[in-house]
């Protein structure tokens, strides 16, 4: 049983449960509370996240990320009042769009009052400045690859308008910003690909074993 629950993506091969078959590019949201039997019969790599759930989220649901279908089926929880904005019911598409950033588009996976997650797809060159990331950030590099400008305490703004080149993200790159943090980055030359997550980070940590604040 996820006693936090637990989000997946896909990422090659096809992972399977009691529930059916999710092949690369499939995004899952098991809540608190969910259980299921996963296994692989010819092997996969997925990218989860556990214990990170608001411990009164209900919705359970899978997206398809190249058709953008959103999926509830055998095993899948009724869609709570406001699915619309936490990942939608079964059937709707999610529709990617573009974001504050110029070149920077996002297909959204899910969303509520605590978190959002999505695929952002950046254009080669776009630049994507957030200061003062209230709630903190994680993201992992799909395709392409980025360049984080400054450093992450500082302003954003000042740190990609300097020109140098920072640390450099390539495909499996894995970045982690707490909350408070400025992300600066600015994507290669041909573009990159990321899933990220924001606001998950804002309130304390718990998990099975710990319970942790952050800093203030």
């Given at each position: 049983?996820?006693?936090?629950?637990?989000?997946?993506?896909?990422?090659?091969?096809?992972?399977?449960?009691?529930?059916?078959?999710?092949?690369?590019?499939?995004?899952?949201?098991?809540?608190?509370?969910?259980?299921?039997?996963?296994?692989?019969?010819?092997?996969?790599?997925?990218?989860?996240?556990?214990?990170?759930?608001?411990?009164?989220?209900?919705?359970?649901?899978s997206v398809?990320?190249?058709?953008?279908?959103?999926?509830?089926?055998?095993?899948?929880?009724?869609?709570?009042?406001?699915?619309?904005?936490?990942?939608?019911?079964?059937?709707?598409?999610?529709?990617?769009?573009?974001?504050?950033?110029?070149?920077?588009?996002?297909?959204?996976?899910?969303?509520?009052?605590?978190?959002s997650?999505?695929?952002?797809?950046?254009?080669?060159?776009?630049?994507?400045?957030?200061?003062?990331?209230?709630?903190?950030?994680e993201?992992?590099?799909?395709?392409?690859?980025?360049?984080?400008?400054?450093?992450?305490?500082g302003?954003?703004?000042?740190?990609?308008?300097a020109?140098?080149?920072?640390?450099e993200?390539?495909?499996?790159?894995?970045?982690?910003l707490?909350?408070?943090?400025?992300?600066?980055?600015?994507?290669?030359?041909?573009?990159?690909?990321?899933?990220?997550k924001r606001?998950?980070?804002?309130?304390?940590?718990?998990?099975?074993?710990?319970?942790?604040?952050?800093?203030?």
């Amino acid at each position: 049983e996820h006693g936090g629950g637990e989000e997946y993506l896909v990422l090659d091969g096809v992972f399977q449960d009691e529930y059916g078959d999710f092949p690369a590019g499939a995004y899952v949201r098991n809540p608190p509370g969910t259980a299921h039997t996963p296994y692989t019969e010819k092997g996969c790599t997925i990218l989860v996240k556990l214990w990170q759930m608001d411990p009164s989220d209900r919705d359970q649901f899978s997206v398809d990320t190249i058709t953008g279908r959103v999926t509830r089926g055998v095993g899948y929880a009724a869609a709570s009042k406001d699915s619309k904005a936490r990942g939608g019911a079964s059937g709707d598409v999610a529709v990617a769009s573009k974001t504050k950033s110029p070149g920077v588009r996002s297909l959204p996976l899910h969303q509520d009052a605590r978190e959002s997650v999505g695929l952002e797809t950046w254009a080669p060159g776009a630049r994507v400045l957030e200061n003062g990331l209230s709630g903190g950030l994680e993201l992992l590099v799909l395709e392409g690859s980025l360049a984080l400008k400054g450093g992450a305490e500082g302003g954003a703004e000042d740190g990609a308008e300097a020109g140098g080149r920072g640390e450099e993200l390539r495909q499996w790159s894995w970045l982690r910003l707490p909350r408070g943090a400025a992300l600066a980055a600015v994507a290669g030359k041909d573009g990159a690909r990321v899933w990220v997550k924001r606001g998950h980070l804002a309130g304390d940590i718990t998990g099975p074993a710990l319970t942790m604040k952050p800093a203030a």
